[in-house]
C-alpha cells in the first residue's frame, strides 16, 4: 500500500477548500488569508509559487499573475488539526489587490470603532522601525528621535558606537539585566541610524537570510 502524501494530511472541508494564512518569511508578518484546494496545494509544492482557489470565481490562481507581486513560498506548515495551511512566503510589491503591504489595514480602536492604519508589522524590531519612520515624517516636539536625525548620521553612528561599548562591558562586568538594557539601546540606534541613511529594515533581513544558507 502506498504511503500517503502530505496532501493527504489536509482536512479539506466539505467545499474541498483549505484556508490559507500567508506570513512573510522574513518578518513574520502575517499578510493575506485565503483558500485552496488540492490542486492549489499542489501547485504550490511543484513550483514554489503561491497558488489558491478563488470562491468567487471559482478558479484556481496564482498570486501575482497579473499584478505581478507574487508570493515565492519558502515553506508550507499544517496546523495541529491540518485544516490550516500557512505559507511562509517572499512577498513581492504589496500583498493586498489596493496596494497595501498587507490585507490587515484596518485596526479597531478600543471603543470598537474600526479605521485605516498602516500595519507596523509582528516583528519588535520592525514595529520599532515603523516607529522612528513615523517620528521622522511627523517631526513630533521633544522627540529623542527627531533629535538625534536632526544631527546626521555621523552623529547618530558615534552614539551607536557608544552602545557598543556599553553592550561589551556589560557582557563583561554587569549582570543580565543591564546587558539585555544595554542591548535594547544598542539597536534602537542602530535603527535610527538606518532610518538617517535611508536604508529599510529589510534589507538588513534579506542580508542575515543569507548569512544562515
Keep these: 500500500m502506498t504511503a500517503p502524501t502530505w496532501l493527504d494530511q489536509v482536512a479539506f472541508g466539505a467545499d474541498g477548500l483549505v484556508p490559507v494564512v500567508a506570513q512573510d518569511a522574513r ?3 502575517v499578510l493575506m488569508v ?5 490542486e492549489a496545494l499542489a501547485l504550490t509544492h511543484a513550483t514554489g509559487q503561491a497558488h489558491y482557489f478563488s470562491r468567487s470565481r471559482e478558479a484556481l490562481w496564482r498570486k501575482g499573475e497579473t499584478s505581478g507581486h507574487e508570493q515565492r513560498v519558502a515553506e508550507i506548515r499544517l496546523d495541529c488539526d491540518r485544516d490550516v495551511v500557512l505559507y511562509r512566503v517572499t512577498q513581492i510589491g504589496p500583498a493586498c489587490h489596493t496596494g497595501t503591504p498587507t490585507c490587515f489595514a484596518s485596526v479597531v480602536s478600543a471603543g470598537g470603532a474600526v479605521g485605516a492604519q498602516i500595519d507596523p508589522g509582528g516583528h519588535l524590531l520592525t514595529r520599532l522601525a515603523t516607529t522612528i519612520a513615523q517620528r521622522a515624517e ?3 516636539a521633544g522627540s529623542y528621535t527627531v533629535r538625534l536625525l536632526d544631527a546626521g548620521p555621523a552623529k547618530v553612528s558615534q552614539k551607536v558606537g557608544e552602545e557598543a561599548v556599553e553592550v561589551v562591558v556589560a557582557a563583561n562586568a554587569e549582570d543580565d539585566r543591564r546587558l539585555a538594557s544595554e542591548a535594547a539601546d ?5 535603527l535610527v541610524l538606518l532610518q538617517a541613511r535611508g536604508v529599510p529594515l ?6 542575515l537570510e543569507g548569512r544562515g544558507r
Design 186 to 190: 544598542l539597536l534602537y540606534h542602530l
Design 202 to 207: 529589510d534589507a538588513v533581513w534579506e542580508e
Design 27 to 29: 518578518t513574520g508578518n
Design 34 to 38: 485565503a483558500y485552496a484546494n488540492r
Design 138 to 140: 511627523e517631526r513630533p
